[in-house]
């Protein structure tokens, strides 16, 4: 695989897919694929901005030298840290020119939304006192890639804010906490270690591996809550719910939690699929 791919990490993009799918149902007769299609750039290359970030704080601070999950960059030596650096200015500057063009079509404050979603990408690892290493990321991740994501995704096509656009926002964070929790529940020995005291550290293994497993049924709890009937679909998702809490329950841990972490992106996805679907025809 190319290496630039590799740290792009294709595993969590679901985590930017999921949100603007979901809105844009929401959206209904107001849907704008332009718009539509613009917040997908802005959420895709945010999120490979993070992933690239990540792996260049991570691998200059040495905290990514005994890895057990998916191969860094920087850490691994194939690609200097500069490079990936510069892979993740880019990244945003992408992001945020679709970011701009979407704020000119709606409103000037989705540019301090954005500077604001720049500012906690980068400092989630980088910087003097990085707040992913403090146990702060999964609130992080819910407020970007959850909340912001999708109500933001739902207004610039819509130009409103409803209370319905919240509450669907809140298992799209959910599951995106989620592809986090398992992320550090594999590397939890390892970060603790290092001195990283992410949410996992902080909570230990058991707990951390409830967690996990709480943030699945609170996904699942907020799509019904939604009180549309057919809301009622993502439980057609149910089976691989429980396939994947069992999993995370039974005590597996390292390397054998990696496959776990593509099933948490491919159950959001289809979570957010189906939850559009139900949505779109109600």
Known sequence: MNKWILGARPRTLPAAIAPVVVASALAGPDFNWFRAALALKVGLWLQIAVNYANDYSDGVKGSDSNRVGPTRLVASGLASARSVKIAAFISFAIASIAGLWLALLTSPLLIGIGLLSIIAAWNYTGGKNPYGYSGLGEISVFIFFGLVATVGSYFVQTEKITLMSFIVSIPMGALACALLSINNLRDRAQDELVGKRTLAVRMGDAAARRFFVALLVLAHTA???????????????????????RKVLSGVSGAQLIPLLGRTGKLQLIFATVFALALAIQ
């Open 223 to 245: 799509a019904v809550a939604t009180f549309k009937p057919l809301a009622l679909m993502t439980l057609v998702v149910a089976p691989l719910t429980f396939s994947l809490a």
